[in-house]
């Protein structure tokens, strides 16, 4: 290796060599097991001890643990699992608005390139920068997903009016 030559390499790029493949959110995914677990166990005790201590028949202090253990995984289990689907769809919307949204305004620069009129060429290019520059700070700032749907502004023009009023803003906070 030359000098100033850098390996690039992941944080989890040791422990993949260590034990097989294992994904980024390994750990998470296991403290999230404990918690889960330890959450499950101490609500099964406690209500066995209760049925324990109120002289409820044997078989029934004895099947009230794990029940109840059972029943707090899944809900446990659900809610962790719908968490997980929804930053999925989430993903999965931004993915597909900034697809569509970057590579119409890339086609759009293209396009542009090509014309002859250098007022309507410099148009086209500056509307084709501030559509992109919008769909990059619309997901990136906007927690809810609604507002990266295509259904909405399939032509961008919206993005690009969304674009100016918002340095118009910025514009008279600076003034």
């Known amino acids: 290796m030359k000098t100033g030559e850098h390996k690039l390499s992941r944080s989890y790029e040791y422990a993949d060599r260590t034990f097989g493949y294992r994904s ?5 995914s296991v403290a999230t097991a404990l918690v889960v677990g330890t959450v499950a166990a101490f609500i099964g005790v406690a209500v066995g001890a209760t049925f324990y201590y109120h002289h409820a028949a044997w078989y029934i202090s004895a099947s ?6 059972t029943l707090v995984v899944i809900f446990l289990a659900t809610i962790a ?12 919307a931004e993915i597909a608005f900034l697809n569509h949204h970057i590579h ?8 542009a390139s090509e014309l002859t009129d250098a007022d309507k060429q410099d148009r086209y290019m500056r509307e084709a920068v501030s ?12 927690a809810d997903p609604t507002g990266l749907s295509l259904e909405v502004d399939l032509g961008g023009t919206e993005l ?3 674009r100016e009023e918002r340095e118009r803003q910025w514009g008279a906070k600076r003034a």
């Open 160 to 162: 690009a009016r969304q």
């Open 64 to 69: 009230a643990g794990p029940i109840v253990d």
């Open 24 to 28: 980024a959110s390994f750990t998470q």
């Open 104 to 111: 119409n305004a890339l086609t759009q620069m293209i396009m």
């Open 131 to 142: 559509r992109i520059s919008e769909a990059l700070f619309r997901v990136a700032h906007h």
């Open 81 to 92: 699992l719908e968490q997980e689907r929804k930053r999925s769809n989430r993903k999965t």
